[in-house]
């Protein structure tokens, strides 16, 4: 099936408004296995290097990964969790979200995802496995993995490439296409720099799997839902904004 090419024609003939883009972008968690064109992914990763970063640094040094190089760092990543062979180069804990709203919203994403799988609370096992799919790129015939240098704290460069990723998902949803963002793929730091020939001093913030989403997967049967304006946004001096 890898033989079958998706060019974005083959996809959508229209162009969305930039609001609809923004608003029916979501992360797949189930895709088609066919490879996208070259020009389809060139163009995406144009669309995302137009991204703003600190005095221009364009710090982000991006691989991605396809065909028999993408099977390779999958079969790598799932002998290294077996192995628990884990390699953060940023911390990730559930417990410093605190007790309150962050929490709150982190416990109602795997509730909605387990829910629309049907994978109950009690079957580890099954939400084990569910896990694993990040190691196989859901399916995914290509994955971006986002590497960056660390300037100070790193502070400023991780929303450099927040940004840069941000327009790579947007432009994946403008041309039909779909792509989800890992934190995962970051646990494994170390495997993925062996396995791509990175060098130590680029640190992995995250990787992006992408191609055409299945859209029979229960996986991709649900949305996440945002909080209210007010929960996050402060006015000062800035009437109306909240009267709709």
């Not at 064109?37 to 970063?53: H, K, Y």
């Not at 799919?133 to 290509?142: I, R, S, T």
């Amino acid at each position: 099936m890898r033989g079958t090419v998706l060019s974005v024609t083959t996809l959508s003939a229209t162009t969305s408004s930039f609001a609809d883009v923004v608003r029916s972008r979501h992360s797949v968690r189930r895709f088609l296995p066919y490879p996208l064109s070259p020009s389809v992914i060139r163009g995406v990763l144009q669309d995302a290097q137009a991204a703003p970063s600190n005095c221009n640094t364009q710090p982000w040094t991006v691989h991605v990964v396809s065909g028999a190089a993408r099977d390779a760092l999958s079969t790598e990543l799932l002998k290294a969790d077996k192995e628990e062979r884990f390699s953060f180069d940023f911390t990730f804990d559930y417990a410093d979200f605190g007790q309150g709203a962050y929490l709150d919203r982190a416990h109602d994403h795997a509730a909605t995802l387990y829910g629309a799988l049907e994978i109950p609370r009690s079957d580890r096992e099954g939400r084990k496995a569910h896990a694993l799919e990040n190691l196989k790129f859901h399916g995914a015939p290509h994955v971006a993995l986002l590497f960056m240098p660390v300037f100070g704290d790193g502070v400023r460069v991780a929303g450099d490439i927040g940004m840069y990723a941000q327009n790579f998902l947007l432009s994946l949803t403008a041309r039909g296409l779909g792509g989800i963002p890992q934190t995962m793929l970051g646990m494994y730091a170390d495997t993925v720099r062996e396995v791509l020939g990175v060098p130590a001093e680029l640190k992995l913030l995250f990787g992006i799997s992408f191609g055409a989403a299945d859209l029979e997967a229960r996986e991709n049967s649900f949305r996440l839902g945002r909080v209210p304006l007010e929960h996050s946004v402060v006015l000062h001096d800035t009437p109306g904004v909240f009267d709709q």
